[in-house]
């Protein structure tokens, strides 16, 4: 089975959308475009935001920019 990667997530509706998963509170204004972690992407409410496409998935983000943002410290070396 493939590594589990982050993804960019967009906030595809008119209104603003929060979105609280169990690590943070996304805020997300009309047409803001976020990245959200490997483990984010399993969480039922944002599982839930896309089921009803409050947001969409815009692409999958790659193994480093996941990373830095992770690890924001390490990637500034």
Do not use: C, W
Not at 21 to 29: D, H, I, T, Y
Not at 51 to 76: G, K, L
């Amino acid at each position: 089975m493939a590594e589990r990667r982050g993804m960019y997530i967009k906030n595809v509706s008119e209104h603003p959308v929060d979105i609280r998963m169990k690590s943070r509170v996304l805020r997300l204004s009309p047409g803001d475009i976020q990245i959200i972690t490997a483990a984010e992407v399993r969480d039922p409410i944002l599982r839930e935001n896309l089921q009803v496409r409050s947001v969409a998935i815009v692409r999958p983000a790659t193994a480093e920019e996941e990373d830095a943002f992770v690890n924001p410290t390490t990637s500034e070396s």
